[in-house]
């Protein structure tokens, strides 16, 4: 496979002296294995790469002992790579790599470190607490339309039907997509929740989570209230926990609730969600709809396309300051709003196959004064030149 362009960022920064722990931190099958592996051939020193992925069979005995082999081959070379996927499945992981860790700085061994995660509430607390001013989060993403078309030849469509995920690209068949729904479905969606959510986290309810993250992606694009997704679940829970949830779904690169945007941020937390998915697949897989099905249902295929806006932003965005959310008064809406500083956009998605409807772009412009407006689809920037343009940019 070919490589993704963070693969020069890591090189560049392993081949540095040695200062920071590199640590990749993202959702499941999006390449981290991958790009690690990668990188391990081009660096051009010896390497070793582990798996604590079998969580109640290893401890921290198990990452010592792993850690003294490589520590073997950099002292017998000069320097090695030693690469531990899966880290924060190993109960107390943090102190014992902040222990070997200084060790090797003490003793002048150049061992150096690159870490795999996908429970990133996990990896970012172990990282806060013992590895403080240690290491570097590079944050790996959901592949992008740019990356899809470059490596797999895909079309706008196709991407915006079968979206990011590289591992289930030989599986995409327009004319019979169900053999790839039961991979999205099975390999992707419930190996998250079930591993990196449940396994790992405390959720008292994993039924009501489930259906949420169903809920959310069949709304996904559309702003849905505490009390009406509580009616639509019907479940005996509250708001505190259904947010809750939504948070955990978000850290695992599921699906997340942007925020209403307004000047106070206590009103902004305090809004009503809009569901958006951070790859399109998990919309598709579970929808039941055909390529076909799907490209013929203008509100549908509309709701896809604005999926696919807020997922490129979404991804696009980890990493930096940047917030997104949205906007809406009564039955003006404005789809996404970026923010920095001072700076403001205001994001319209308009497919061509979607109904016309009412945008709030005038009200929202008159009361804020973004800096600037974006129209993205049918009249405004073409759909494939926004996918394969940094977010970022809007604001420059």
């Known amino acids: 496979m070919k490589k993704r362009p963070v693969f020069e960022l890591l090189i560049n920064r392993l081949r540095e002296p040695r200062r920071f722990i590199q640590t990749l931190i993202g959702p499941?099958?999006?390449?981290?294995?991958?790009?690690?592996?990668?990188?391990?051939?081009?660096?051009?020193?010896?390497?070793?790469?582990?798996?604590?992925?079998?969580?109640?069979?290893?401890?921290?005995?198990?990452?010592?002992?792993?850690?003294?082999?490589?520590?073997?081959?950099?002292k017998r070379q000069g320097k090695a790579l030693l690469i531990i996927d899966e880290v924060q499945k190993i109960p107390h992981w943090s102190t014992m790599?902040?222990?070997?860790?200084?060790?090797?700085t003490q003793s002048g061994t150049d061992l150096k470190l690159l870490m795999l995660g996908s429970s990133p509430w996990l990896m970012?607390?172990?990282?806060?607490?013992?590895?403080?001013?240690?290491?570097?989060?590079?944050p790996i993403t959901h592949w992008s339309f740019a990356e899809m078309n470059k490596i797999f030849g895909w079309s706008l469509q196709r991407y915006l039907y079968f979206g990011g995920y590289p591992g289930a690209a030989p599986l995409a068949d327009e004319k019979d997509s169900a053999r790839w729904a039961s991979y999205i479905n099975d390999a992707i969606i419930e190996a998250t929740i079930s591993k990196?959510?449940?396994?790992?986290?405390?959720?008292?309810?994993?039924?009501?989570?489930?259906?949420?993250?169903?809920?959310?992606?069949?709304?996904?694009?559309?702003?849905?209230?505490?009390?009406?997704?509580?009616?639509?679940?019907?479940?005996?829970?509250n708001a505190t926990t259904l947010a809750h949830y939504v948070e955990l779904l978000a850290a695992a690169g599921?699906?997340?609730?942007?925020?209403?945007?307004?000047?106070?941020?206590?009103?902004?937390?305090?809004?009503?969600p809009k569901f958006a998915v951070?790859?399109?697949?998990?919309?598709?897989?579970?929808?039941?709809?055909?390529?076909?099905?799907?490209?013929?249902?203008?509100?549908?295929?509309?709701?896809?396309?604005?999926?696919?806006?807020?997922?490129?932003?979404?991804?696009?965005?980890?990493?930096?300051?940047?917030?997104?959310?949205?906007?809406?008064?009564?039955?003006?809406?404005?789809?996404?709003?970026?923010?920095?500083?001072?700076?403001?956009?205001?994001?319209?998605?308009?497919?061509?196959?979607?109904?016309?409807?009412?945008?709030?772009?005038d009200a929202f412009a008159a009361h804020y004064h973004p800096s600037r407006l974006l129209l993205v689809g049918s009249e405004g920037i073409d759909l494939e030149t926004f996918l394969t343009t940094p977010p970022s940019s809007w604001l420059d």
Not at 206 to 235: A, H, I, T, W
């Open 196 to 237: 990196d959510i449940l396994l790992m986290t405390q959720v008292n309810k994993p039924v009501l989570l489930r259906r949420l993250f169903e809920l959310g992606c069949r709304y996904s694009g559309q702003m849905l209230s505490y009390n009406k997704m509580l009616g639509e679940l019907q479940d005996a829970g």
């Open 278 to 361: 951070y790859n399109t697949a998990l919309l598709t897989a579970q929808a039941g709809k055909s390529f076909d099905q799907a490209r013929a249902d203008p509100v549908f295929w509309g709701r896809l396309t604005e999926s696919a806006v807020g997922a490129h932003l979404l991804n696009g965005l980890r990493g930096t300051q940047i917030e997104l959310c949205y906007w809406r008064e009564g039955d003006k809406e404005v789809d996404f709003v970026l923010t920095y500083g001072d700076k403001c956009v205001a994001i319209e998605v308009k497919s061509s196959l979607a109904p016309v409807r009412r945008t709030g772009m």
């Open 97 to 104: 790599v902040k222990f070997l860790w200084d060790q090797d």
């Open 124 to 138: 970012q607390k172990g990282l806060s607490e013992s590895l403080a001013g240690r290491f570097e989060v590079i």
């Open 28 to 74: 499941r099958q999006v390449g981290k294995t991958t790009l690690a592996t990668q990188v391990a051939a081009d660096l051009g020193i010896s390497s070793r790469y582990v798996s604590a992925d079998l969580a109640p069979l290893q401890d921290v005995s198990w990452l010592q002992q792993q850690w003294e082999v490589a520590r073997e081959q950099a």
């Open 254 to 272: 599921l699906l997340t609730g942007l925020q209403k945007y307004a000047n106070q941020t206590v009103r902004r937390k305090g809004s009503s």
